[in-house]
């Protein structure tokens, strides 16, 4: 999985399910071809469906499930907006989601360029082919650079960013327990939080390795949000965004090491 940043745009790319298409040479850039006026005249038809909290912009093809998938993505925004913390009133209050549903990958892929779900913030919409809208992913990104900024930090943009949108997706996309999921994987001290923070191996999503170190991260912000509540979660991001020195010291009285611990032994695993 990898996050893009364009000059322009603020992408968050995520490859949830790997697939494959034939490459096609675009003649409009990505930034064209994602923009709502683009998508709207040049790549439809699209059934147009309003709902509480936006609009489902949608490939005709999808008709007979749009209700379902209406369902599915109200759902997994009220879920995202919970997880960071909003209240009902923030959330009530929150600006309107722009769902765009492709029939499936190639679809998605002629239209945007980009096989992956995928969010981009400036426009409050989500990119996803409807077989992946078991996917709560984009929401958590999206309502996490609504409520905290996007992470400016490159060294926390897969440690934090990505693993909160990966947290959010716990029994939706990802069906198992997290801790459960960090401990099968931190068999091999390889993938010890603080060595994934430290960058020793990169964090290629695109590559089974970097799906468990984005679990491990998430199973490690789970323990930050359940241990210590969601409000100095939402510190910590804010604080690292430019400058982490002494962040977690700053938010939690403790440093990284400290908080990694903490998380072994809640785990019951030595490290
Ligand atoms: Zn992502």
Redesign the pocket.
């Known amino acids: 999985?990898k996050i893009l940043y364009f000059k322009l745009l603020s992408f968050?790319v995520?490859v949830l399910f790997l697939c494959c298409s034939d490459k096609i040479d675009f003649t409009e850039s990505i930034d064209v071809m994602n923009s709502p006026e683009y998508l709207l005249t040049k790549s439809g038809p699209w059934d147009i469906n309003q709902f509480e909290r936006g609009v489902i912009y949608s490939n005709t093809a999808l008709k007979n499930d749009i209700d379902s998938l209406c369902a599915l993505h109200l759902s997994h925004i009220e879920h995202a907006a919970r997880l960071t913390g909003m209240t009902q009133e923030g959330i009530d209050l929150m600006p309107k989601f722009n769902i765009w549903l492709f029939k499936d990958i190639d679809d998605k892929y002629r239209k945007t360029q980009l096989k992956s779900i995928h969010c981009i913030s400036d426009y409050n919409a989500v990119y996803y082919p409807a077989e992946e809208s078991k996917s709560a992913?984009e929401y958590g990104?999206l309502l996490a650079y609504y409520n905290w900024g996007h992470m400016l930090n490159r060294k926390y943009s897969l440690f934090l960013d990505?693993a909160f949108?990966y947290y959010v997706d716990e029994g939706r996309a990802f069906k198992f327990e997290y801790y459960e999921k960090a401990k099968e994987i931190l068999d091999n001290d390889g993938y010890a939080v603080s060595k994934i923070l430290a960058g020793e191996t990169p964090f290629d999503l695109f590559a089974n390795k970097g799906r468990k170190k984005a679990f491990v991260c998430a199973a490690f912000i789970k323990y930050l949000v359940n241990s210590y509540g969601i409000e100095k979660f939402a510190g910590l991001w804010k604080a690292v965004r430019k400058n982490d020195s002494g962040a977690f010291q700053q938010i939690y009285n403790k440093d990284m090491p400290e908080l990694e611990q903490e998380f072994y032994r809640f785990l019951k695993i030595d490290l």
């Open positions: 999985m968050a995520c992913h990104h990505e949108a």
